[in-house]
């Protein structure tokens, strides 16, 4: 079964300062995995994706992601943060090969930046 | 701008009402998802529809269906509306699988009274 855990609802940073957002994650099969960013009153838009290939992903904005599958995580890092950061972060897991193709969102980390 | 489009962006509606929402995908995207964000319940997958045809199914109530017309617009149909029902919802389009990267639309507002 597959779910995803963010696990800090909130993370505050001063401006030029590293961001680190963590999401663990449990799939039975190989994930796609996936960082989406929601800036106040927006839809969602990608930010990077992990599908088996390289295990360091690189997205937009400076941001990137590590998958590790010996600790289940997909954290999201950026080494100095800018104040138009500032938004909520989703990290999804989606897998398509199991009997019931689904998509499971985490419960977001709100990122504050601070001046 | 994604290229999703969403109507309307707010609906205002009573209790035991029904709304359809709408949704035109990406140019060349042949799949359709929806969700519903609400500050209780985060971000839920709603269903996804493939070239017309359902293709995978989340938390979706059975007072809530969706279809996918031949132009592949998507119309989400809420039902019997209950005040728990407000809440923002997104549709997304990809390409083809649920893999795929999803671009979203801007999302309609329904609050029920």
């Known amino acids: 079964a597959q779910s995803v855990t963010q696990l800090d609802s909130h993370v505050s940073v001063s401006e030029g300062t590293p961001v680190l957002l963590r999401c663990n994650y449990s799939s039975s099969y190989s994930p796609s995995l996936f960082w989406y960013v929601q800036h106040p009153n927006k839809g969602l838009q990608l930010l990077l994706k992990y599908t088996s290939a390289a295990t360091l992903v690189k997205g937009i904005n400076g941001f990137e992601a590590e998958f590790k599958k010996s600790e289940t995580s997909f954290h999201l890092t950026k080494p100095s943060a800018h104040m138009s950061d500032a938004a909520e972060y989703f990290c999804v897991v989606s897998e398509r090969f199991s009997s019931a193709s689904k998509i499971i969102f985490g419960s977001g980390t709100r990122l504050s930046i601070r001046p | 701008d994604s290229g999703v489009t969403q109507t309307p962006k707010h609906l205002i509606t009573a209790t035991g009402q029904r709304v359809t929402l709408r949704c035109s995908p990406r140019?060349?995207?042949?799949?359709v998802y929806w969700y519903q964000q609400s500050l209780d319940q985060g971000l839920q997958f709603l269903i996804q529809?493939?070239?017309?045809?359902?293709?995978a199914k989340g938390n979706i109530l059975e007072r809530f269906s969706a279809q996918q017309f031949p132009d592949l617009h998507s119309e989400l149909n809420l039902s019997s509306l209950e005040l728990g029902d407000s809440a923002l919802y997104f549709c997304a389009s990809s390409v083809g699988t649920i893999t795929d990267t999803q671009y979203f639309g801007p999302g309609t507002r329904l609050t029920v009274l």
């Open positions: 140019s060349g995207d042949l799949s």
């Open positions: 529809y493939y070239n017309g045809e359902e293709r």
